[in-house]
């Protein structure tokens, strides 16, 4: 049975000033899309983002974001008091989310938990105490890294007084005696934000929508991983880089892309059993149902580049080790299917699709690349057959589908039309071809539902400003029209 479901991030959910959170509109966002047969929400990473607001260069790939703490149920659960709330900031335009209002709201909710905890029941610093032991294999260095960061202005690990920035034991001991309250602080945010993430997911359980997840393949140079596990990465103490992450030229790019992350040092990764991998991957998967796997075709091999090379012109493809990785995943569940999916989009070589198959993983189709009057283009929906797709009009990298639309030239409109005939509403019908196809899922950002322009899209590839800043404007209950006209429009199409 095909499942449809819908794309939106979290932080563009509305109801609470500055950034969407995990509290009642996200409750009645998952009520609406269970009352109309829609079984599927898609996020995209939970991390916390970057300076920029993307969540893809996190500085921790465990942690959650803590603009999405929700003070409201914070007061609820009796760990603060309404008058807590009185000086936190407030938005702007409710449309945008605010970067800067956003992490001062964070930090004011963290000082607020940690002024409050002595005065909380016992029952309740216990239940805090013991998962703080449960999750300390990445929680301890979290913190760390994160009042470090405060502590330097935002300056990179590898400026921080060397000392601290090389872990030096003696330094740590110091650090973590002297910061004992801001690392509590922290660690109290990263609970709650757990408590109000795992009431969310029961929630989306019960009303029987699976939660689709994110998990970027390379993880940021500047972040608490690298920081704490630097042997397992291609960074010297210095902060500098052997080799960096990117893909080779193509016809969209002749220089190629850079993206600047560290790669891997496979063969570490293997004497250690994968141990940094399957903890990342595990604790992802506890947080959602199913998790999509961002550059899956790096698990076959992986464009890396000079480390001191300003375009990626000069990389070479290394092989990676994705099979023994995935091998050593999937003995945890035992020969059930691995909960994954591979984003496959691209330039994608015979090897990679091979392990992609071996583990039986679906792979993705992206509508908006469909037309360019090759009859054996893969994201044709004709050319679905013979595998489980994963089917999208467009992702948080895309434009909207009316932005699309009035960026194609007529001929690339006759192609469209072809196949759709006379277009009208680009996202809706690009919907219907996809819920009319092979697919075993059809996925549709909330921007296309909603009919709206480049004005609502997300993100902007290889553009720094204004990205992963929509939100929904109004209350979740004033677009239960689109989404009613999607559950029926999903169902009339159920095979």
Known sequence: ????????HPTALPGVPVCGS???????????????????????PLAPPDALGSPYSSPSSFA????????????????????DLRELPQGGDPGRLDLVRADQRAEQLGGALLRRYPHWEPVQRERFASWRDQQRAWLVDHCRFWVLRRRFHAQPWWQWPQALACRQRSALRAFDAEAHQ???????????????????????????????????????????????????????????????SGVPPDYFSATGQLWGTPVYRWPLHRLTRFRWWIRRLQRQLSLVDL?????FRALESAWCVPG?????ERGSWRPSPGASLLRRLSRRYRGQQ??????????ITPAVEALRDRYGLPGMKILQFAFDGDPSNPYLPANYRGHNWCVYTGTHDNATCIGWWQQLSDEQRHQVEQLLGP?????WQLLELALASEADWAVVPLQDLLHLGDEARFNTPGTCAGNWQWRLSCSVDQISGPLKGFGELAQRHQR
């Open 1 to 8: 049975m095909r499942r449809a479901g819908v794309l939106l």
């Open 22 to 44: 995990f509290g009642a509109e996200a409750h009645r966002w998952l009520d609406l899309l269970a009352d109309h047969g829609i079984k599927a929400w898609q996020l995209l």
């Open 64 to 83: 959650l974001n803590a603009w999405l703490l929700d003070p409201e149920l914070l007061v609820a659960e009796g760990l603060l008091e309404p008058a």
């Open 182 to 244: 801001p690392l509590l602080q922290e660690a109290l945010v990263q609970w709650q934000l757990q408590e109000q993430w795992q009431l969310l997911l029961d929630h989306a359980r019960q009303r029987g929508i699976q939660v689709i997840g994110d998990v970027p393949f390379y993880v940021a140079h500047d972040s608490a991983d690298v920081w704490s596990h630097r042997p397992l990465f291609s960074a010297a103490a210095d902060g500098s880089l052997s080799q960096q």
């Open 291 to 295: 998790l999509r796997l961002d550059h």
């Open 308 to 312: 001191g090379d300003r375009t990626a």
């Open 338 to 347: 691995l909960p994954l999916i591979a984003e496959d989009l691209g330039v």
């Open 423 to 427: 277009v009208q509403a680009p996202g």
